[in-house]
């Protein structure tokens, strides 16, 4: 059984303070990790797709960064703006469904 | 920006009664998925269409939930009879090859039941 597990549950930074948020993962055979934010009362936001380890994708003060284990979202000098809850998800290889961890929940204080 | 469309946004019902959740996913998009969110489970599968076809609907409690595509434009949902452990949030996804599976999601049916 696939399995998705996000760290920490809860991250509280003051704006400009740079971190990163991790996703662990097993699957059998990974065809892709996704990272989602989602806005309170809202859907998740597609950001990124990873498909392969060492791969690096990046979007205004986010990158995204995988290995063969773990995946993290490296939010740099973050602005209130950014406080949402961050999802990480993996698809298995042949299937195009997608296993979901619990988020993290990031606020960003000015 | 194209968008999934979810009616209704908000969705109050006493237990027992029916619920019908509508979903217009993005034109183009040949895969369509319902997830359900509450705060223990977090985003779990309930159901996935490919060109209209349920392909998995594994995690769906079939006594009582039932999802069905009767054309390329509306996905829906039923639950019949519902009760009070039903209460969430349900999504529905979009998707295709042409997006490299990068999901759009709808703004969600928020479902009370007391």
């Known amino acids: 059984e696939d399995q998705v597990t996000q760290s920490p549950e809860a991250l509280r930074l003051q704006e400009g303070e740079s971190s990163s948020l991790n996703c662990s993962y097993t699957v059998s055979g990974l065809r892709g990790l996704f990272w989602y934010r989602q806005d309170p009362g809202k859907g998740p936001e597609f950001l990124f797709t990873?498909?392969?380890a060492g791969e690096e994708k990046e979007k205004e003060r986010l990158k995204a960064t995988l290995t063969k284990k773990e995946s993290f979202l490296h939010i740099t000098a973050p602005k209130p703006e950014d406080s949402a809850t961050y999802l990480c998800a993996v698809s298995r290889s042949g299937y195009s469904t997608l296993t979901f961890g619990k988020g993290t929940m990031l606020l960003v204080s000015p | 920006d194209a968008r999934v469309t979810q009616t209704p946004r908000h969705k109050v019902t006493e237990m027992g009664q029916e619920v019908t959740m509508r979903c217009q996913p993005i034109?183009?998009?040949?895969?369509v998925f319902w997830y359900r969110q509450t705060m223990m489970q977090g985003l779990e599968l309930l159901a996935y269409f490919r060109n209209r076809a349920p392909l998995d609907d594994s995690g769906m409690p079939k006594d009582r939930f039932s999802a069905e595509m009767p054309d390329a434009t509306l996905a829906t949902l039923k639950i019949q009879p519902s009760e009070p452990r039903d209460s969430a949030v349900y999504f529905c996804?979009?998707?295709?090859?042409?997006?490299?599976?990068?999901?759009?999601f709808g703004s969600g049916t928020r479902l009370t039941v007391v």
């Open positions: 996804a979009s998707g295709s090859r042409q997006t490299n599976y990068g999901y759009t």
């Open positions: 034109l183009g998009h040949n895969t």
């Open positions: 990873l498909y392969s």
